[in-house]
């Protein structure tokens, strides 16, 4: 871990991995509380969308970066900086298989980001086929899912960049309803894995590849029937009729990527620290990041993965929760050891070859 000047921002990354169970972050924006924190100790926290949409509900953090998982590991990898914005011009696509009803409830949360919140978007676009996504579960319970026309998907983003002039891409598709599945059944009561998580990080993905510019995603579906037993991690998703809201929050104000640094973009070299749950420590950012920066494993945020720290051989502090890594996270920051704030303290030995 390199040693980074005090008079530099603290810099944290915040990762709570997509469609594996998190036990925090793993339902409707329920990891937010989780960032409201982090950034009130760090100068500059990098998170997700995952972390950040809370579908009807969403806060503004102003030393937050809303930054896609593609471009998250990009920039991880020394690749892509990041350039703060003051307001994305923000351009929405539409999947064409999403029915009038339904289609017409996602433009009207698109108007009333417009009126209620001073959003800047662009005119819509309808992609010029159904995308017909399908939803998959891999066998340590992960959920991914695949896009049967990308291609159209594509259209639609290229239009709005080159066009109408379109500086970040929100996508509404329309995702299976399987109202009676055992998988839908258990993640609102706060068990099992989100169904639609994995599905949605593979259309984000394939814009940031294509294009280079920030892209969040909304499911389309209909409303679920009422449930008096639904649990608070996943409630946000049933007081509305889409998810929108929160995507176009957090991208009027995602960082742009950029290649040719400038001052006062954020870079790699500049973390500090990264949190992630401590089951989950093979996603390619984590990797990136580890020989420079402070790694921080939750053991408390359980997920569907097994891939602790030690069985990659890295470097990383486990805590129990995120209330422990906040404080080692002030630790950290203050240039504290934290093995002084312990109790105890063993004393200093000889080293073994002198």
Same mark, same amino acid.
């Given at each position: 871990m390199s040693a980074h000047s005090l008079q530099q921002p603290? $810099? #944290?990354?915040?990762?709570?991995? $997509? %469609?594996?169970?998190?036990?925090? %972050?793993?339902? /409707?924006?329920? !990891?937010?509380?989780? *960032?409201?924190?982090?950034?009130?100790?760090?100068?500059?926290?990098? $998170?997700?969308?995952?972390?950040?949409? %809370?579908? @009807?509900l969403y806060w503004n953090l102003p030393n937050v970066l809303y930054v896609e %998982? =593609?471009?998250?590991? +990009?920039? /991880?990898?020394g690749r892509w900086g990041l350039r703060s914005v003051r307001q994305n011009r923000v351009g929405l696509v539409l999947d064409q298989g999403i029915e009038p009803d339904l289609m017409v409830r996602q433009l009207q949360a698109a108007d009333a980001a417009r009126a209620t919140l001073g959003l800047n978007l662009t005119e819509y676009v309808v992609t010029d086929a159904p995308l017909n996504v399908s939803l998959k579960t891999a066998v340590s319970g992960a959920t991914w899912g695949t896009i049967q026309n990308p291609d159209s998907l594509l259209r639609a983003a290229e239009v709005l960049i080159?066009?109408?002039?379109?500086?970040?891409?929100?996508?509404?598709?329309?995702?299976?309803?399987?109202?009676?599945?055992?998988?839908? +059944?258990? =993640?609102?009561?706060?068990?099992?894995?989100?169904?639609?998580?994995? *599905?949605? /990080?593979?259309?984000?993905?394939?814009? #940031?590849? $294509?294009? @280079?510019?920030?892209? /969040?995603h909304a499911p389309a579906l209909l409303p679920l029937p009422l449930d008096p037993d639904i649990s608070p991690r996943s409630a946000a998703e049933e007081i509305g009729y889409t998810f929108l809201p929160c995507v176009l929050v957090g991208l009027s104000r995602a960082p742009q990527f950029v290649t040719a640094p400038q001052r006062d973009d954020v870079w790699a070299n500049q973390v500090d620290a990264i949190v992630v749950p401590a089951t989950a420590c093979g996603g390619s950012a984590l990797l990136s990041l580890s020989s420079r920066s402070l790694v921080i494993a939750v053991r408390d945020n359980h997920t569907a993965?097994?891939?602790?720290?030690? !069985?990659?051989?890295?470097?990383? #502090?486990?805590?129990?929760? =995120?209330?422990?890594?906040?404080?080692?996270l002030v630790a950290h920051r203050a240039g504290i050891c934290s093995t002084a704030l312990k109790p105890t303290i063993a004393p200093l030995h000889r080293w073994k070859d002198c």
């Open positions: 603290y $810099t #944290v990354v915040l990762i709570v991995p $997509t %469609g594996v169970g998190a036990a925090i %972050g793993g339902y /409707a924006g329920d !990891a937010l509380p989780v *960032a409201r924190a982090m950034a009130q100790v760090a100068d500059c926290l990098i $998170t997700h969308p995952n972390v950040l949409n %809370g579908a @009807q %998982g =593609y471009g998250l590991d +990009q920039f /991880a990898a080159t066009q109408a002039g379109a500086e970040a891409i929100a996508v509404v598709a329309r995702f299976p309803d399987d109202l009676s599945s055992d998988a839908l +059944q258990r =993640y609102r009561h706060g068990h099992g894995v989100d169904p639609l998580a994995g *599905a949605e /990080a593979v259309i984000s993905h394939l814009i #940031v590849r $294509t294009f @280079q510019i920030p892209c /969040a993965m097994q891939v602790p720290p030690e !069985a990659l051989n890295l470097p990383a #502090v486990q805590v129990e929760s =995120y209330l422990e890594a906040l404080g080692l």
